[in-house]
């Protein structure tokens, strides 16, 4: 085992876990797995975030685990260090028992979208995606106003076909964090 291999295992004993880059596919069983061992030595977790976001799918993955431990009496807190944007900061922030940011963070919140490069696609395939970004998009604003000052209908207003970019301050008066430490 290496130094960051022994580094990390301490961390996770300790109940800390570090997040940063895309959420995607591949995070959610290290993700997981970090979780479940850290887990299995403290109740209180301190999960340190700067994301860029990623997968919206992955992004719901994360949410139902961190959420599984939450409602098993597990406290997790999320402390954004940086920044969180799209999925990290609409529903993995989300998840934790307790949402907190450092005061020079920053959150972007935007609709639902979907990648296409270079393809053909038939009318019929179309209605289908747009249902299903829909249904996600839905799925994500429920999420949020679960937790945040705004009902589903003013966070769809708020983000519909812009960015948001937000501050501490705005994103703590907004409802999407909890405090600013």
Not at 85 to 104: D, E, F, G, K
């Amino acid at each position: 085992m290496n130094i960051d291999e022994r580094l990390e295992l301490r961390q996770l004993d300790a109940g800390v876990i570090y997040m940063s880059d895309d959420i995607s596919d591949y995070d959610i069983p290290y993700f997981s797995k970090r979780l479940h061992h850290a887990t299995g030595r403290v109740k209180d977790i301190v999960i340190h975030m700067t994301s860029p976001g990623g997968s919206v799918y992955s992004a719901l993955a994360m949410y139902d685990i961190i959420r599984g431990y939450v409602n098993n009496g597990y406290t997790i807190r999320v402390l954004v260090e940086g920044y969180a944007a799209s999925a990290a900061a609409m529903i993995v922030l989300q998840a934790a028992s307790v949402r907190q940011a450092r005061p020079s963070s920053r959150f972007l919140l935007h609709e639902v979208s979907k990648w296409k490069y270079l393809d053909m696609e038939k009318l019929s395939t179309a209605k289908d995606e747009v249902k299903e970004l829909e249904t996600l998009s839905n799925t994500i604003f429920k999420i949020m106003a679960e937790r945040c000052t705004k009902t589903e209908r003013e966070i769809k207003a708020i983000i519909e076909r812009k960015e948001v970019w937000m501050s501490a301050e705005e994103a703590l008066a907004f409802g999407l964090i909890d405090e600013i430490i």
